[in-house]
Protein backbone atom coordinates (compact mmCIF):
# COMPACT_ATOMS: atom_id res chain seq x y z
CA UNK A 1 0.00 0.00 0.00
CA UNK A 2 1.52 3.55 -1.43
CA UNK A 3 1.65 6.65 0.76
CA UNK A 4 1.33 8.38 -1.84
CA UNK A 5 -1.22 11.06 -2.43
CA UNK A 6 -3.98 9.86 -4.79
CA UNK A 7 -4.86 12.67 -7.12
CA UNK A 8 -7.54 12.08 -10.04
CA UNK A 9 -6.62 12.35 -13.58
CA UNK A 10 -7.94 12.87 -16.57
CA UNK A 11 -6.89 9.43 -18.78
CA UNK A 12 -8.82 9.70 -21.34
CA UNK A 13 -11.68 12.00 -23.83
CA UNK A 14 -14.30 11.64 -25.85
CA UNK A 15 -16.94 13.50 -27.74
CA UNK A 16 -20.03 14.19 -29.92
CA UNK A 17 -21.76 16.27 -31.36
CA UNK A 18 -25.24 15.36 -33.97
CA UNK A 19 -24.34 15.53 -37.67
CA UNK A 20 -26.95 18.69 -38.70
CA UNK A 21 -26.08 22.07 -38.40
CA UNK A 22 -27.79 25.11 -38.37
CA UNK A 23 -26.39 28.14 -39.40
CA UNK A 24 -26.91 32.00 -39.24
CA UNK A 25 -28.37 32.20 -42.12
CA UNK A 26 -30.64 29.33 -41.11
CA UNK A 27 -31.90 30.87 -38.44
CA UNK A 28 -31.88 34.44 -40.25
CA UNK A 29 -35.24 32.70 -42.18
CA UNK A 30 -36.63 31.84 -38.74
CA UNK A 31 -36.43 35.43 -36.66
CA UNK A 32 -35.68 38.68 -37.25
CA UNK A 33 -32.02 38.60 -37.02
CA UNK A 34 -28.71 39.03 -39.27
CA UNK A 35 -25.02 36.82 -39.28
CA UNK A 36 -23.72 39.75 -39.13
CA UNK A 37 -25.17 40.84 -35.84
CA UNK A 38 -25.03 37.29 -34.52
CA UNK A 39 -20.96 37.01 -34.85
CA UNK A 40 -20.22 40.42 -33.95
CA UNK A 41 -22.20 40.18 -30.41
CA UNK A 42 -21.73 36.65 -29.72
CA UNK A 43 -18.48 34.70 -31.83
CA UNK A 44 -21.32 32.31 -33.13
CA UNK A 45 -21.56 31.45 -36.88
CA UNK A 46 -23.27 27.76 -36.65
CA UNK A 47 -24.27 24.85 -34.29
CA UNK A 48 -25.00 21.54 -34.25
CA UNK A 49 -28.50 19.86 -33.83
CA UNK A 50 -29.60 16.94 -32.88
CA UNK A 51 -32.50 16.00 -35.02
CA UNK A 52 -34.47 12.37 -34.88
CA UNK A 53 -37.40 10.70 -34.05
CA UNK A 54 -37.11 9.80 -30.11
CA UNK A 55 -33.26 11.17 -29.66
CA UNK A 56 -32.36 12.67 -26.40
CA UNK A 57 -29.23 13.63 -24.14
CA UNK A 58 -28.18 10.17 -23.69
CA UNK A 59 -27.97 9.66 -27.16
CA UNK A 60 -24.69 11.95 -27.15
CA UNK A 61 -23.21 10.71 -24.16
CA UNK A 62 -23.63 7.57 -24.89
CA UNK A 63 -21.22 7.62 -28.01
CA UNK A 64 -18.87 10.06 -26.24
CA UNK A 65 -18.54 7.42 -23.37
CA UNK A 66 -18.05 4.88 -26.18
CA UNK A 67 -15.34 7.00 -28.15
CA UNK A 68 -13.52 7.34 -24.81
CA UNK A 69 -13.62 3.89 -23.06
CA UNK A 70 -11.81 2.72 -26.98
CA UNK A 71 -9.23 4.90 -26.63
CA UNK A 72 -8.59 4.15 -23.16
CA UNK A 73 -8.90 0.56 -23.85
CA UNK A 74 -11.73 -0.40 -21.38
CA UNK A 75 -14.87 -1.75 -21.57
CA UNK A 76 -18.04 0.10 -20.30
CA UNK A 77 -18.35 -2.99 -17.78
CA UNK A 78 -14.97 -1.52 -15.64
CA UNK A 79 -16.92 2.31 -15.59
CA UNK A 80 -17.50 2.60 -11.42
CA UNK A 81 -19.47 5.48 -12.07
CA UNK A 82 -21.45 8.03 -14.68
CA UNK A 83 -21.79 11.49 -13.79
CA UNK A 84 -24.02 13.41 -16.16
CA UNK A 85 -23.94 16.94 -16.11
CA UNK A 86 -26.95 18.30 -17.74
CA UNK A 87 -30.23 20.68 -17.66
CA UNK A 88 -32.07 18.50 -20.36
CA UNK A 89 -32.28 15.02 -19.31
CA UNK A 90 -34.08 12.57 -21.12
CA UNK A 91 -36.83 12.65 -18.67
CA UNK A 92 -37.43 13.88 -15.48
CA UNK A 93 -36.73 10.59 -14.05
CA UNK A 94 -34.79 7.71 -14.33
CA UNK A 95 -31.79 9.94 -14.88
CA UNK A 96 -29.73 10.32 -18.19
CA UNK A 97 -26.63 8.75 -16.27
CA UNK A 98 -28.98 5.56 -15.56
CA UNK A 99 -30.73 5.63 -19.22
CA UNK A 100 -26.74 5.51 -20.87
CA UNK A 101 -25.02 3.13 -18.65
CA UNK A 102 -28.25 0.85 -20.14
CA UNK A 103 -27.38 1.62 -23.56
CA UNK A 104 -23.79 1.47 -22.94
CA UNK A 105 -23.95 -1.68 -21.21
CA UNK A 106 -22.02 -0.30 -18.32
CA UNK A 107 -23.69 -2.73 -15.96
CA UNK A 108 -21.36 -2.28 -12.46
CA UNK A 109 -21.39 1.31 -13.02
CA UNK A 110 -23.81 3.64 -10.60
CA UNK A 111 -24.67 7.06 -11.18
CA UNK A 112 -26.35 10.29 -11.34
CA UNK A 113 -27.42 13.66 -12.91
CA UNK A 114 -26.29 16.78 -11.69
CA UNK A 115 -27.50 20.12 -12.42
CA UNK A 116 -25.71 23.22 -12.03
CA UNK A 117 -26.37 24.53 -16.08
CA UNK A 118 -23.67 25.89 -17.61
CA UNK A 119 -21.11 25.03 -14.57
CA UNK A 120 -22.43 21.60 -15.08
CA UNK A 121 -19.25 19.95 -16.00
CA UNK A 122 -17.44 21.80 -13.39
CA UNK A 123 -19.49 20.62 -10.77
CA UNK A 124 -19.31 16.86 -11.56
CA UNK A 125 -16.08 17.46 -12.13
CA UNK A 126 -15.65 18.20 -8.67
CA UNK A 127 -17.46 15.56 -7.45
CA UNK A 128 -16.43 12.96 -9.35
CA UNK A 129 -12.90 13.59 -7.93
CA UNK A 130 -13.98 13.80 -4.71
CA UNK A 131 -14.81 9.62 -5.55
CA UNK A 132 -11.18 9.19 -6.67
CA UNK A 133 -9.47 10.74 -3.97
CA UNK A 134 -11.92 8.76 -1.74
CA UNK A 135 -10.00 5.75 -3.27
CA UNK A 136 -13.46 3.92 -3.31
CA UNK A 137 -13.32 4.60 -7.32
CA UNK A 138 -10.54 3.71 -9.88
CA UNK A 139 -12.98 4.68 -12.89
CA UNK A 140 -15.04 7.34 -13.21
CA UNK A 141 -16.35 8.95 -15.82
CA UNK A 142 -17.63 12.38 -16.11
CA UNK A 143 -19.91 13.84 -19.06
CA UNK A 144 -21.28 17.55 -19.67
CA UNK A 145 -24.06 16.67 -22.20
CA UNK A 146 -27.13 19.07 -23.57
CA UNK A 147 -29.63 19.01 -26.09
CA UNK A 148 -30.61 22.41 -25.65
CA UNK A 149 -32.71 22.72 -29.43
CA UNK A 150 -35.29 21.01 -26.76
CA UNK A 151 -35.35 23.76 -24.73
CA UNK A 152 -35.00 26.64 -26.74
CA UNK A 153 -37.86 28.70 -27.75
CA UNK A 154 -37.14 29.27 -31.86
CA UNK A 155 -39.39 32.19 -31.48
CA UNK A 156 -37.32 34.14 -29.21
CA UNK A 157 -34.45 35.85 -30.74
CA UNK A 158 -32.19 36.53 -27.82
CA UNK A 159 -31.59 32.77 -26.95
CA UNK A 160 -32.15 30.51 -30.15
CA UNK A 161 -28.84 32.08 -32.22
CA UNK A 162 -26.80 31.17 -28.80
CA UNK A 163 -27.24 27.67 -28.08
CA UNK A 164 -26.50 24.15 -29.35
CA UNK A 165 -26.44 20.25 -28.81
CA UNK A 166 -23.24 18.28 -27.94
CA UNK A 167 -21.54 15.99 -25.35
CA UNK A 168 -18.26 15.77 -24.25
CA UNK A 169 -16.84 13.15 -21.39
CA UNK A 170 -14.04 12.41 -19.64
CA UNK A 171 -12.44 9.48 -17.65
CA UNK A 172 -11.04 10.14 -14.43
CA UNK A 173 -8.60 7.11 -13.00
CA UNK A 174 -6.46 7.61 -9.69
CA UNK A 175 -2.77 9.02 -10.24
CA UNK A 176 0.18 8.96 -7.34
CA UNK A 177 2.35 11.34 -10.09
CA UNK A 178 0.46 14.70 -8.90
CA UNK A 179 -0.67 14.78 -11.85
CA UNK A 180 -4.80 15.50 -12.92
CA UNK A 181 -6.95 17.84 -10.68
CA UNK A 182 -4.93 20.13 -8.90
CA UNK A 183 -8.01 22.69 -7.36
CA UNK A 184 -11.44 23.91 -7.53
CA UNK A 185 -13.26 26.81 -6.71
CA UNK A 186 -16.83 26.96 -7.23
CA UNK A 187 -20.06 29.63 -6.59
CA UNK A 188 -23.27 29.26 -6.13
CA UNK A 189 -25.37 32.65 -5.77
CA UNK A 190 -29.33 31.83 -6.23
CA UNK A 191 -30.54 35.37 -6.36
CA UNK A 192 -29.56 35.25 -9.87
CA UNK A 193 -32.37 32.91 -11.06
CA UNK A 194 -34.22 35.28 -11.92
CA UNK A 195 -32.19 36.31 -14.92
CA UNK A 196 -31.71 32.94 -16.12
CA UNK A 197 -34.14 30.31 -15.71
CA UNK A 198 -37.31 28.08 -17.21
CA UNK A 199 -40.44 28.77 -15.94
CA UNK A 200 -42.57 25.84 -15.88
CA UNK A 201 -41.92 22.11 -15.77
CA UNK A 202 -40.74 21.71 -12.16
CA UNK A 203 -42.39 21.29 -9.22
CA UNK A 204 -43.44 25.23 -8.79
CA UNK A 205 -44.99 25.08 -11.89
CA UNK A 206 -46.18 21.88 -13.53
CA UNK A 207 -47.39 21.67 -16.89
CA UNK A 208 -50.50 22.59 -17.82
CA UNK A 209 -52.54 23.79 -21.18
CA UNK A 210 -51.63 27.31 -19.53
CA UNK A 211 -47.68 26.76 -19.13
CA UNK A 212 -47.18 25.24 -22.80
CA UNK A 213 -49.44 28.09 -24.38
CA UNK A 214 -47.65 30.94 -22.25
CA UNK A 215 -44.76 28.74 -23.70
CA UNK A 216 -42.72 28.47 -20.47
CA UNK A 217 -41.01 25.50 -20.77
CA UNK A 218 -37.94 27.56 -22.68
CA UNK A 219 -34.97 28.57 -21.26
CA UNK A 220 -35.73 32.42 -20.35
CA UNK A 221 -32.52 34.78 -20.40
CA UNK A 222 -32.37 38.62 -19.55
CA UNK A 223 -29.05 38.97 -21.70
CA UNK A 224 -27.44 42.13 -19.70
CA UNK A 225 -27.36 40.99 -16.40
CA UNK A 226 -26.10 37.79 -17.30
CA UNK A 227 -23.60 38.96 -19.67
CA UNK A 228 -22.20 41.41 -16.78
CA UNK A 229 -22.05 38.84 -14.04
CA UNK A 230 -20.31 36.39 -16.60
CA UNK A 231 -17.38 38.96 -17.45
CA UNK A 232 -17.11 39.28 -13.48
CA UNK A 233 -17.41 36.36 -12.30
CA UNK A 234 -15.00 33.71 -14.92
CA UNK A 235 -13.03 36.65 -14.61
CA UNK A 236 -12.77 36.73 -11.04
CA UNK A 237 -12.48 33.25 -10.16
CA UNK A 238 -10.51 32.69 -12.79
CA UNK A 239 -7.96 35.37 -11.22
CA UNK A 240 -8.47 33.80 -7.93
CA UNK A 241 -7.66 30.23 -8.28
CA UNK A 242 -4.50 31.27 -9.85
CA UNK A 243 -3.42 33.42 -7.01
CA UNK A 244 -4.37 30.34 -4.79
CA UNK A 245 -2.02 28.40 -6.69
CA UNK A 246 0.98 30.67 -6.56
CA UNK A 247 0.85 31.09 -10.39
CA UNK A 248 0.25 33.54 -12.94
CA UNK A 249 -0.64 33.84 -16.57
CA UNK A 250 2.78 32.37 -18.01
CA UNK A 251 2.12 29.38 -15.57
CA UNK A 252 -0.95 28.33 -17.53
CA UNK A 253 -0.51 26.30 -20.92
CA UNK A 254 -4.36 26.42 -21.57
CA UNK A 255 -7.77 28.02 -20.51
CA UNK A 256 -10.53 26.39 -21.20
CA UNK A 257 -13.72 28.69 -20.48
CA UNK A 258 -16.94 28.10 -21.31
CA UNK A 259 -18.51 28.62 -24.59
CA UNK A 260 -21.16 31.44 -24.05
CA UNK A 261 -19.95 34.19 -25.39
CA UNK A 262 -16.71 35.18 -26.99
CA UNK A 263 -16.58 38.85 -25.33
CA UNK A 264 -16.93 36.76 -22.30
CA UNK A 265 -14.10 34.65 -23.16
CA UNK A 266 -11.95 37.24 -24.16
CA UNK A 267 -12.27 39.34 -20.23
CA UNK A 268 -11.50 35.71 -18.76
CA UNK A 269 -8.18 35.24 -21.11
CA UNK A 270 -7.40 38.90 -20.28
CA UNK A 271 -7.97 38.83 -16.24
CA UNK A 272 -5.36 36.17 -16.01
CA UNK A 273 -2.96 37.41 -18.72
CA UNK A 274 -3.27 34.72 -21.44
CA UNK A 275 -3.04 35.56 -25.14
CA UNK A 276 -5.68 34.51 -27.35
CA UNK A 277 -3.34 31.54 -28.54
CA UNK A 278 -3.36 29.92 -25.27
CA UNK A 279 -7.36 30.28 -25.32
CA UNK A 280 -9.75 26.73 -26.74
CA UNK A 281 -12.59 28.44 -28.81
CA UNK A 282 -14.82 26.93 -30.74
CA UNK A 283 -17.83 28.61 -30.37
CA UNK A 284 -18.02 29.43 -33.71
CA UNK A 285 -18.95 26.24 -35.26
CA UNK A 286 -20.44 24.69 -31.91
CA UNK A 287 -22.04 27.34 -30.00
CA UNK A 288 -23.38 27.40 -26.49
CA UNK A 289 -23.43 23.80 -25.74
CA UNK A 290 -24.25 24.55 -21.88
CA UNK A 291 -22.88 21.36 -19.87
CA UNK A 292 -21.11 20.47 -23.14
CA UNK A 293 -18.73 23.22 -23.88
CA UNK A 294 -15.56 22.59 -21.70
CA UNK A 295 -15.56 19.20 -22.07
CA UNK A 296 -15.98 19.32 -26.31
CA UNK A 297 -12.84 22.01 -25.94
CA UNK A 298 -10.78 19.39 -24.34
CA UNK A 299 -11.96 16.83 -27.09
CA UNK A 300 -10.98 19.46 -30.13
CA UNK A 301 -7.25 20.15 -28.51
CA UNK A 302 -6.79 17.07 -27.23
CA UNK A 303 -3.46 16.07 -29.17
CA UNK A 304 -1.97 19.49 -28.26
CA UNK A 305 -1.87 18.77 -25.06
CA UNK A 306 1.19 17.81 -22.97
CA UNK A 307 1.45 15.90 -19.72
CA UNK A 308 2.36 18.48 -17.24
CA UNK A 309 0.46 21.15 -18.96
CA UNK A 310 -1.38 23.55 -16.73
CA UNK A 311 -4.87 24.21 -17.72
CA UNK A 312 -7.62 26.48 -16.12
CA UNK A 313 -11.19 25.40 -16.94
CA UNK A 314 -14.09 28.15 -16.27
CA UNK A 315 -17.37 28.26 -16.52
CA UNK A 316 -20.87 30.52 -15.77
CA UNK A 317 -24.13 29.51 -15.70
CA UNK A 318 -27.42 29.96 -14.84
CA UNK A 319 -28.53 29.97 -11.54
CA UNK A 320 -26.18 31.42 -10.94
CA UNK A 321 -23.51 29.30 -10.95
CA UNK A 322 -19.24 29.48 -11.47
CA UNK A 323 -16.32 28.17 -11.18
CA UNK A 324 -12.73 27.13 -11.91
CA UNK A 325 -10.84 24.43 -12.07
CA UNK A 326 -7.03 23.97 -12.10
CA UNK A 327 -5.68 21.05 -13.90
CA UNK A 328 -1.90 19.36 -14.36
CA UNK A 329 -2.72 17.28 -17.37
CA UNK A 330 -1.59 13.48 -17.43
CA UNK A 331 -0.47 12.33 -20.83
CA UNK A 332 0.65 13.02 -24.11
CA UNK A 333 -2.28 12.10 -26.72
CA UNK A 334 -1.18 9.06 -28.79
Not at 38 to 43: D, L, P, Q
Not at 59 to 84: N, T, Y
Not at 271 to 287: C, D, S
Request: hydrophobic share 40%; glycine share 10%.
Amino acid sequence: MSNKKITAAITAIGGYVPQDVLTNFDLEKIVDTNDEWIRTRTGISERRILKGEGLATSDMVVPAVRQLCEKRGISPEEIDCLIVGTVTPDMIFPSTSNIACDKLGAKNAWGFDLLAACSGFLFSLTTGVSLIESGRYKKVVVCGADKMSSIIDYQDRATCIIFGDGAGAVLLEPNEEGLGIQDSLLRTDGSGGQYLHMKAGGSKKPASIETVTAREHYAFQDGQPVFKFAVKGMADVSAELLERNNLTGDDISWLVPHQANLRIIDATANRIGLPKEKVMINIQKFGNTTAGTIPLCLWEWESQLKKGDNIVLAAFGGGFTWGATLVKWAYDAK
